[in-house]
């Protein structure tokens, strides 16, 4: 077994429990970092403390500086459009074409029973409620990533959503099936959204 200097060790450990990072790409990280100068460690030290000051916006569960959003507290929004995401991630991608300026809703993932992600786990009641209490709100459009959690999530919140007399919509073709949200080009992304087709 291989022993390295506890410091080493400690900062494998919290890198190993990001995800996608293994045991052993957290360890080529923590050596790259290691060879930097001190003051840009401290700088990425501070950047990461930073982010434990991250509120979650009240309206619509993404990340904010405060606890109400830019986007929720932007009179010029459409507040007649409301954009539902998995992730707030997947905010800034919609946001770079552009071509969206409606309200948006963070689920909390997309419906995955195999990894734990039932219909409890995600933020439904919330949305049902926001719904049922908003009459300005007059579209629904769905924006998932077009694999098969997405589309079980698609079919469920569709069926959630019909009783509720507000026009509901899902992006358009052009997303390539089995691909994900965040990686999408903001042109294809962009088409996706003009193009959106009603459920």
């Known amino acids: 077994m291989r022993k390295f200097p506890e410091p080493i060790q400690i900062a494998t450990a919290a890198l190993n ?39 979650v916006c009240e309206k619509c569960f993404t990340y904010s500086n405060d606890s109400i959003c830019e986007y929720c507290s932007n009179p010029a929004r459409d507040k007649r459009l409301l954009c539902v995401v998995s992730e707030p991630r ?26 734990g992600q039932t219909v409890e786990m995600l933020r439904i009641k919330e949305l049902e409620a926001l719904l049922a209490k908003s009459e300005i709100i007059s579209e629904i459009i769905l924006a998932f990533s077009p694999n098969i959690h997405g589309e079980t999530t698609i079919l469920f919140l569709t069926k959630l959503l019909n009783n509720l007399n507000k026009k509901t919509s899902r992006l358009a073709t052009g997303l390539p099936m089995g691909a994900e949200l965040e990686y999408a080009d903001e042109v294809t992304l962009m088409n996706a959204i003009k193009g959106r087709t009603k459920i």
């Open 17 to 55: 429990r990001l995800p996608g990072v293994g045991p052993k790409t957290a360890l080529r990280y923590v050596y790259a970092l290691v060879k930097r100068p001190a003051k840009e460690l401290e700088t990425i030290a501070q950047a990461i403390k930073a982010l434990a000051h991250l509120k």
């Open 90 to 115: 997947d905010i800034a991608t919609i946001e770079s074409t552009g071509e969206y300026k409606g309200l948006y809703f963070v689920l909390g993932g997309v419906l995955n029973p195999i990894d």
